[in-house]
Each structure stands twice: as structure tokens, then as C-alpha cells.
């Protein structure tokens, strides 16, 4: 599986506007209905906050990993967002979140939904790559790393 088979440029934000946990969803919400426009806007932003409280999908060290699951979804959707100035996203670490892929699944498919994750994770996971990230300046840049990142694997 490969991280760029589910998130097409036009899916990844540069600079994310909001400032709090919601106002992210929102935004990463709206950047993946650009290539999944038959979904439920309102509805997946529920699912994704009812997820959160759950338990944060904030995993540290600057990452954010939204994450849920709709039944009217035929594969795996994937939006990214970077917020250079970080928001609290209750992360295990207390730090605020930079980076976000936020991962929609359909309901019924969990062992590719958890492959998906771990690969974000482990992507995200080399420092010097959270850095490159981090200091892109545009969308190509950014699709960019991710496709040389994705090749590795």
C-alpha cells in the first residue's frame, strides 16, 4: 500500500488555519471531500470528533493522526494538513500537533485501516522527515516528500 495511492495533491494544506482541534478537522475534512465529494461533511466530522473522545489521536512528537470509519465509504480517503504554529490536540506528550493525515476508512475493512495507520506512523516517525515536512513551503513540496518517502517503503 502506498501512502500517495490514497492522498492526491489537491488533499494536502500547507498552512491550516485552525486553532483549535475542530477548526482542524474541519479544514482537513474539506481538503478530502475535494477527491471524495459524495461524502457526508457534517457527518464525518462527527464521527472523527465522537473518535476523539475516544481517546486523542494526537501521538506525539508534533503528529496527529485523525482517524475514522464510514459505511458509505468503498476505500480509504486521506487528507494532509501541516499547522506551522501547532495546535493542542491533547497529545500523549502535552506538545502541540504540526502535522496531520487524517485517515477516513469504510467500517468494514479494519486490517487495511490499522496497515494504513502504521505506515503513516512509521513515516512519520523519522525525525528528518517531520522536519522536511515541517519546513516545506508549498503543496508540491510536500506531495513531493511524501511520494520520495512512499518510494522507500
Not at 495533491?9 to 459524495?38: D, F, M, S, W, Y
Not at 496531520?100 to 502504521?118: D, K, S, T
Not at 513515516?123 to 518517502?149: V, Y
Amino acid at each position: 500500500m502506498k501512502i500517495m495511492d490514497l492522498l492526491p495533491k489537491e488533499a494536502i494544506i500547507p498552512e491550516l488555519q485552525g486553532r483549535n482541534k475542530r477548526e482542524v478537522l474541519e479544514e482537513l475534512t474539506e481538503a478530502l471531500l475535494h477527491h471524495k465529494p459524495e461524502l457526508d461533511r457534517g457527518h464525518l466530522i462527527a464521527v472523527l470528533l465522537e473518535r476523539e473522545r475516544l481517546g486523542s489521536t494526537g501521538i506525539g512528537d508534533g503528529i496527529a493522526i485523525p482517524h475514522g470509519k464510514l459505511q458509505e465509504l468503498d476505500h480509504l480517503a486521506l487528507s494532509f494538513g501541516r499547522s506551522p504554529q501547532g495546535v493542542d490536540f491533547e497529545s500523549m506528550d502535552g506538545k502541540p500537533a504540526h502535522l496531520f493525515f487524517l485517515l477516513v476508512a469504510p467500517e468494514n475493512c479494519a486490517g487495511i485501516h490499522l496497515r494504513a495507520l502504521a505506515k503513516i506512523a512509521r513515516l512519520l516517525k523519522n525525525n528528518s522527515i517531520r522536519t522536511r515536512l515541517s519546513i516545506a513551503e508549498t503543496q508540491e513540496e510536500i506531495h513531493r516528500i511524501i511520494q520520495e518517502q512512499d518510494d522507500e517503503f
